[in-house]
């Protein structure tokens, strides 16, 4: 019997309603019952997304004849054939009007989509191979991380499902950037525009794309395609096979402080190509999109990635030793700040991310913490003791590296014991005290000890405020502590309001996220930096003042005793007295001459000036 052969249509001229006229044509299709079903959430995106809520007039037809298409279940339809081979058409429709990196949209300048929203699967006809026809209007043009058909214009073939749904497009009148790195072709498709600079761009990713290419040796890919949409909101990144989507402000190109972001989001996307669409657990690939897929392995997947990212544009030089060590500083910084460190282990926070990290609520900082945030951080400290127990041989990017060549390079994932075992074996000892406190447990940790390593440490201090007498740019920080509310409050249509209030603050049982602050011992408070001035340099720990707010409408006041404030200011600095081993493991690790830390200006070591 011949293989069914499936064809997909998208016809995206009707941009101005927001709708993609969709048509599947199957050849060849068995006798008996046939379910279409379409995903419910996208790989990378661990959240369920119901995409079926958006499409609509489904119909079909069989050897030319209308069949009933009949509801499954949310996100299910079935229909039969009679015939021993038959040819059936299934036409819908399907609204497309979210724009994000994960989302569909279709409007006057653009399409753009992700599978997951258009393309059903046939039965389990997930190995077939597939062929995506676009039909847009004459001036439009398309990017895709899919190879064409041969001779024949907007006619693109997927392998098999997973690759059809691991393929974005983007189609319109978009700007088209090339670049070469290993005789293979790079195409940035920039949608919108902003304070970009196009050459300064393309030179960047072509430095990520080295850098990266260096880490493990070969580009796994025959072409890569980066799409880049530039609008008035930043939307993230989402990583596939050969491609990637990335959403950013439009204005985020300057000044530096801001293209830093931009960079570490393209590095980041880019360093998946390996970690996450090759390197991953056995339940990560292939997929089942109807239905969440759980590891624990998430804070390797996503974090370590986000620690590599970083120190590949170091590597890069488009990061300079002031701005990785900043960066690190403010992540430690970020992470001390949250009481869920304590709540919530990194094995946890991976397993509940289809609950917890996409579905934040008022008290998440309390209870769970971010696998990006704190996997970065423990990806630094597990390097960092690789290199110190290998005296210099070994690190963290050797353990990706052979999980890559045995696993990821091979097509297939590793089982879940694989990472912590092969952590061993290029460390030539157990690191099961380290997964203990660290990833599977909640243990605090000791960044100075880790760092050391490198003859770094940590100092956490305190930014003195504009009204600081004498306050100037080179005004060193204070160490003694501010006193604090506990809380983050934002401005809202006017209204100062509370966003979280800290479970170890002195305000966790008073004041409640919503409320919205009023005044300070009967004086107002109409702005944020207001607050935490009025706070930090009117009053002192242990003083109580009187807060006046409305909470649901109804004038309220509370008596909050202050308490010390979490450390605003940190940095990393070198140690007060390196030895030649700490500073050979600095410039290993960082690709940098300790000289250049030397350099730094005293005190200033990790901060911008």
């Known amino acids: 019997m011949t ?45 369920i997304e119901d995409f079926a809520r958006h499409l609509f007039h489904l119909r079909g037809e069989v050897n030319r004849q209308a069949v009933d298409v009949h509801h499954l279940s949310k996100n299910q339809w079935g229909f039969d054939t009679f015939a021993e081979e038959s040819r059936v058409v299934i036409r819908y429709d399907v609204y497309a009007y979210e724009l994000g990196t994960h989302g569909n949209h279709l409007d006057q300048s653009h399409a753009y989509f992700n599978g997951a929203h258009l393309f059903f699967l046939v039965d389990d006809y997930k190995a077939a191979p597939y062929e995506v026809r676009i039909v847009a209007p004459p001036e439009w043009h398309v990017s895709t991380g899919l190879d064409p058909v041969d001779g024949a214009p907007f006619r693109y073939r997927a392998s098999d499902y997973d690759i059809l749904l691991d393929s974005p497009f983007e189609i319109g009148t978009h700007r088209r950037l090339t670049f070469t790195v290993d005789d293979k072709r790079h195409e940035v498709a920039i949608w919108g525009h902003g304070n970009e600079d196009p050459e300064q761009l393309t030179r960047d990713l072509s430095a990520i794309v080295q850098a990266q290419r260096d880490l493990f040796g070969e580009l796994p890919y025959n072409h890569y395609t980066f799409i880049l949409h530039l609008t008035d909101r930043g939307t993230g990144g989402l990583e596939h096979l050969n491609s990637t989507t990335c959403g ?55 974090g370590f990635t986000d ?37 919530q282990s990194l094995s946890e926070s991976s397993f509940d991310t289809w609950i917890k990290l996409y579905k934040p609520d008022e008290d998440s900082p309390n209870r769970t913490i971010s696998y990006y945030l704190k996997g970065d951080l423990v990806g630094l400290c597990l390097d960092l003791e690789l290199r110190q127990r290998t005296q210099g041989r070994y690190g963290l990017d050797e353990v990706l590296r052979r999980l890559y060549r045995r696993y990821g390079a091979q097509g297939v994932g590793f089982p879940e014991s694989v ?43 305190y930014k003195r405020s504009d009204r600081d007498e004498g306050t100037n740019d080179d005004t060193p920080p204070q160490t003694s502590p501010k006193a604090w509310l506990g809380i983050d409050a934002t401005l809202s249509n006017g209204r100062l309001v509370i966003q979280h209030t800290y479970s170890d603050g002195p305000a966790a049982t008073l004041l409640n996220p919503g409320d919205q602050l009023l005044a300070i011992n009967g004086y107002q408070v109409n702005t944020v930096e207001e607050l935490e001035e009025r706070i930090a340099l009117d009053h002192a720990i242990g003083d109580t003042v009187e807060v006046a707010l409305f909470r649901r409408g109804k004038l309220e006041r509370a008596a909050v005793t202050l308490a010390p404030a979490p450390p605003d200011d940190v940095r990393i600095v070198a140690a007060a007295h390196p030895t030649a081993e700490q500073k050979a493991l600095f410039e290993a690790w960082l690709k940098t001459p300790w000289t250049a830390l030397e350099e730094l200006s005293p005190g200033q070591e990790s901060r911008e000036a």
């Open 3 to 47: 293989q069914p052969s499936f064809v997909f249509t998208v016809d995206c001229r009707e941009p101005g309603a927001h709708i993609y006229h969709m048509t599947l044509e199957i050849e060849h299709l068995p006798k008996g019952k046939h379910t279409l079903t379409l995903p419910v959430w996208t790989p990378g995106s661990y959240k």
């Open 248 to 302: 950013t402000s439009r204005f985020a190109y300057k000044p530096r402080k801001n293209y830093r972001r931009v960079l570490k989001l393209l590095s980041h996307e880019f360093f998946h190509l390996w970690n996450v669409k090759r390197i991953h657990p056995e339940m990560l690939g292939p997929f089942d999109y109807n239905r969440e897929v759980y590891t624990h392995l998430l804070w390797a997947m996503e």
């Open 307 to 343: 620690y590599f990212a970083t120190l590949t544009l170091r590597y890069a030089n488009l990061f300079s030793l002031k701005e990785y060590l900043t960066t690190v500083a403010d992540n430690i910084q970020a992470y001390e700040k949250k009481p869920g460190r304590f709540v």
């Open 419 to 461: 990472y912590q075992e092969t952590v061993e074996e290029v460390g030539a000892s157990s690191f099961q005290t380290f997964f203990d406190q660290y990833i599977d447990g909640t243990e605090p940790i000791p960044f100075d000890h880790f760092l050391g390593y490198a003859g770094l440490t940590v100092q956490r201090q």
